[in-house]
């Protein structure tokens, strides 16, 4: 692991956890400052916590049980009005809570697993953005299974220009359903890899995207990178002499990683080293069922021209072939906005 993407990762984490917590306090005390009575009752909460805790230090046992079952009738109740009069104001407990961006480890980048503490999954994922430079996982935002529209196609068949009868909407349709149930089933054996052949403009990057997003959200690690940048760093990485410690993290996550999206296969210019290389990768991650997507522009009979045999049959065995059809909605999108 390389130390200072770990350190600066850390150093944005314990800044945004921070920034959170400041927010929640200055909330809550604006709340506090318009609504007294909140901070009424939890004074008299904060005061019981004191008498309770006299309460356990009394050596009488019996009053001792006596006063303490008082006190937490007490605390009970005085939690409830609490509650009611956050109600009133339409708002709950959680919304006093800081607001962190990962739930699960609240911004501190470690979860605790069975007594342990482990990297949480959002952290490496940081980490991967970081040492790929994974500028288009940041459009996960934008691009996402909410933001998928489907009426950018055309609900027009035309067989003769998309060699299918199903129209172009229908068979989006068709292909997101395979995308969800693709990341329903990630981790299953039986679950095909992905294949997304088609012309630009269809969408193919941007249900990629979709697709990292929720993978990201269940806890699970993606590397996204183009064929040409992929390709040249494997290649590099191969015939450098002195690897540094990130060189080897990028190289190994190419095998390792939950999924690889591989974008835009076949605008690189192959050589025989990148051939070996793209097979070595697709074979070893379909030997260890870890899952792929690829994305091209170019048609299965090009594919088959263009590279070697050994690689297409093994992508065709286990790729779910989605052929993207209609028109560039670049152009379209163009067109509307300007
Ligand atoms: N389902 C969709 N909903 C909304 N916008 C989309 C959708 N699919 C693609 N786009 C937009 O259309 C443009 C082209 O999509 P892109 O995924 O880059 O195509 P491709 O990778 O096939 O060349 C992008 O601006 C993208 O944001
Ligand atoms: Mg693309
Ligand atoms: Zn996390």
């Not at 006093?96 to 961006?101: A, I, T, V, W």
């Not at 690689?311 to 152009?331: A, H, N, P, Y």
């Amino acid at each position: 692991m390389d130390g200072s993407i770990y350190r600066d990762i850390k150093r944005e984490y314990d800044l945004k956890r921070q920034i959170a917590i400041d927010k929640s306090k200055k909330f809550k005390e604006e709340l506090y400052n318009k609504y007294p009575v909140l901070s009424e009752i939890e004074d008299e909460i904060n005061m019981l916590a004191i008498r309770t805790t006299k309460a356990i230090l009394m050596s009488d046992e019996l009053t001792k049980q006596i006063e303490k079952d008082n006190l937490s009738l007490k605390l009970q109740k005085l939690e409830k009005k609490y509650d009611n009069e956050l109600k009133k104001i339409g708002l709950t407990r959680k919304d006093l809570e800081p607001k962190f961006e990962c739930e699960k480890c609240n911004d501190t980048g470690v979860v605790s697993y069975n007594g342990n503490t482990k990297t949480c999954s959002c952290f490496s994922q940081a980490m991967i953005n970081e040492t790929y430079k994974q500028v288009n996982i940041y459009k996960l935002d934008e691009e996402n299974f909410e933001t998928f529209d489907i009426g950018f196609y055309s609900k027009v068949a035309n067989k003769e220009k998309y060699g299918i009868d199903k129209s172009p909407m229908e068979n989006i349709e068709n292909i997101r359903n395979i995308a969800l149930s693709f990341v329903e089933n990630i981790d299953s054996a039986t679950q095909k890899n992905l294949l997304f052949v088609g012309n630009t403009g269809l969408g193919k990057t941007f249900l990629a995207n979709c697709i990292a997003s929720e993978v990201i959200k269940s806890g699970k690690t993606v590397v996204y990178q183009t064929a040409p940048i992929l390709m040249d760093k494997v290649i590099e990485y191969k015939f450098s002499y002195n690897k540094t410690g990130v060189e080897k993290e990028q190289y190994d996550k190419i095998f390792n990683v939950d999924l690889l999206i591989i974008d835009d296969l076949g605008t690189e210019t192959m050589s025989n080293n990148k051939f070996t290389e793209l097979f070595n990768i697709i074979n070893t991650r379909l030997l260890k069922n870890k899952k792929m997507i690829i994305s091209t522009n170019l048609t299965l009979k090009e594919l088959y021209k263009e590279y070697d045999e050994r690689v297409m049959s093994r992508l065709i065995g286990s790729f779910t072939i989605c052929k993207f059809i209609g028109e560039d909605i670049r152009l379209k999108k163009k067109k509307m906005f300007g």
